[in-house]
């Protein structure tokens, strides 16, 4: 009871009211792994810039479920709402309540879920301010992109520090993907769009595919900020339940279910992930569409 009374005294550790960067995420974590002991962390690999990038587990059971965000830069909101997320379900696990009406203990006991929050913390830096201008790290960025004057510097970064855009760096058609982005200019390091010099070239990416083949997820979701809409397919894939259980997402949150434009249909996480298991994979896109600026406010 007095951890409880004095839980309730303290406020809240994740503040979904400021941008949210590589140094806040790691602070944020020691602060929910010592309040909340019953979930752990992980590191999964570390960035080009040597930055450990954490998953956070939460529970017991054996429904593995794997959630990432963060892995294109300018969708950094991604993040935090992953770690409020994580927040409100200790939160709810502590108090023994519900969320969505589930039991949240009983989720706990039945469920394993893994959370990488934050995929791509050197782009996240950049995109959020956190590289000093005058830095050797910021020179190298900003000589990417003054190949790409149409795209704004830094707010429409994607990519990683070497200019590879980690969400299309998956073993699922890369080499389609390659001939598309090549064919719309991306055929070197770019703040977007880039496929690299082949599949996993990139530690964030090969990271995250080595984490995923190590535990065998039965779903996953990868957070993204496009707006209101929920991808499920891959090709002619028909994972058992996919549909249905996109259908339940789109039910709860408003979201529609659309078609991936054949331009963005390959080397993705998802698609990856639907291909090497046949089982649910899907692509949210958080935000208010019609706010379709980027990087999507808060
Ligand atoms: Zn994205």
């Not at 962390?41 to 956070?56: A, D, F």
């Not at 939460?58 to 959630?67: F, H, M, P, Q, R």
């Not at 982005?181 to 769009?193: E, I, S, T």
């Not at 599949?199 to 995923?212: D, G, K, Q, V």
Request: charged fraction near 20%.
């Amino acid at each position: 009871m007095e951890n409880k009374s004095n839980r309730i005294a303290s406020s809240e550790i994740i503040n979904t009211a400021e941008p949210y960067y590589y140094n806040k995420l790691i602070y944020n974590i020691h602060e929910l792994l010592s309040r909340y002991t019953f979930i752990q962390s992980i590191i999964i690999g570390n960035s080009v810039l040597g930055k450990s990038i954490p998953c956070i587990k939460i529970g017991k059971g054996s429904n593995v479920v794997l959630y990432h965000a963060g892995i294109h830069a300018n969708e950094w909101i991604t993040s935090l709402l992953m770690m409020k997320f994580i927040e409100n379900f200790c939160i709810a696990y502590e108090e023994n309540n519900n969320m969505h009406g589930f039991n949240i203990r009983d989720l706990y006991n039945r469920t394993t879920l893994y959370i990488v929050p934050m995929v791509n913390p050197d782009g996240i830096d950049l995109v959020t301010g956190n590289i000093p201008q005058d830095s050797k790290i910021f020179d190298n960025y900003r000589q990417i992109a003054t190949s790409f004057p149409n795209i704004p510097f830094p707010d429409g970064w994607k990519a990683n520090f070497n200019g590879v855009d980690l969400n299309l760096q998956f073993p699922a058609e890369w080499e389609e993907a390659k001939r598309i982005k090549y064919a719309q200019g991306f055929n070197k390091p770019a703040p977007r769009d880039y496929v690299g010099e082949g599949p996993l070239t990139e530690p964030e990416a090969l990271a995250l595919y080595n984490f995923t083949l190590a535990h065998n997820p039965k779903l996953t979701i990868s957070y993204h900020t496009q707006g209101e809409v929920i991808f499920w397919q891959y090709l002619d894939y028909k994972p058992t339940n996919a549909l249905e259980i996109a259908t339940k997402f789109s039910e709860l949150s408003g979201y529609n279910i659309e078609e991936v434009p054949l331009n963005s249909s390959f080397a993705g996480y998802k698609d990856w992930f639907i291909a090497q298991y046949n089982k649910p994979g899907y692509t949210i896109e958080a935000g208010l569409r019609r706010k379709s600026v980027t990087p999507f406010p808060i």
